[in-house]
């Protein structure tokens, strides 16, 4: 696997991704009950927007740096999320998913974060690793499904929760059937746990085979949300991104629309758009 996300941190992908997320999390806080996050391709968990990786691409001038508070109350909450992490890790660094979920969940929730690549793991661990919340595992984040599916606390059994799935696509589109088998194993084990998968996007008609087999699954709603930053015209570069949500909270169709709409305004280009579909509506 040669993938770093380092030369990516804070883009146009990111930012979507991360938005979501964080919408996502004060949904599932908003209950008492104590809740569940699994994050299958953590990475290393903080980035530094000043290393030489994020310099070399300048994704992120692109991407996070064009944010303005005022917008949407979800890019503000993103925006504070990040100020909260640079607060306490210098002006440059940047929040992965794996901080971002320790920053939004609760004391009484648990968060299991995989990586894969020994290096990025390392960093994790030193990053997030005294965080008694949060559990670290070594692994394929696929196969982790099978084995941390039902999620416990102990003799606990945790009801409410996430898996965000966010693989780095090497594969391109042979990833969506690995994905996809794997949200159907996630949601055969835990029918009531959601599922966040992220995905490219860069002709939109070469997704359609992935969506018919994503309005298939076993789960009470099918949502996609999508942020393209220029018109999908080109099968060679990452036009944006999207997010398949399996088990949406109720109404966040129509939550996300008008964030959806802002980060267009904010990051995109001539010909940018912004979906905001059920692929299976909400009983």
Request: with cysteine.
């Amino acid at each position: 696997m040669n993938y770093r996300h380092a030369f990516h941190a804070g883009n146009h992908a990111d930012v979507l991704k991360h938005v979501v997320l964080l919408a996502l999390c004060r949904a599932l806080t908003a209950k008492p009950a104590a809740c569940f996050a699994l994050d299958t391709h953590a990475g290393r968990g903080l980035y530094r927007l000043d290393a030489d990786e994020a310099r070399r691409t300048g994704e992120a001038g692109a991407g996070v740096a064009r944010l303005q508070r005022g917008r949407h109350a979800w890019i503000d909450a993103y925006l504070a999320a990040i100020d909260d992490c640079r607060s306490q890790h210098g002006t440059d660094a940047y929040p992965g998913s794996p901080w971002l979920l320790a920053h939004a969940l609760r004391s009484v929730d648990r968060i299991a974060a995989c990586e894969l690549q020994a290096e990025e793991a390392v960093a994790l661990r030193a990053h997030l690793g005294r965080d008694p919340r949060l559990a670290i595992h070594v692994r394929d984040g696929y196969a982790a499904i099978r084995a941390l599916l039902p999620p416990r606390d102990g003799s606990r059994r945790l009801a409410r929760g996430l898996v965000l799935i966010d693989p780095p696509y090497e594969a391109q589109l042979g990833e969506f059937d690995t994905a996809l088998t794997a949200i159907g194993e996630a949601l055969a084990r835990w029918p009531q746990g959601m599922v966040a998968l992220w995905y490219p996007v860069k002709r939109r008609r070469d997704l359609q085979p992935f969506q018919r087999a994503a309005a298939a699954l076993p789960a009470r709603s099918a949502l996609l949300l999508e942020l393209l930053v220029r018109p999908d015209d080109s099968p060679l570069r990452m036009n944006g991104s999207g997010l398949l949500l399996l088990n949406a909270p109720w109404r966040f169709d129509a939550e996300a629309a008008p964030a959806l709409d802002a980060l267009r305004e904010a990051l995109g280009k001539t010909g940018a758009t912004t979906r905001a579909d059920w692929l299976k509506p909400p009983e």
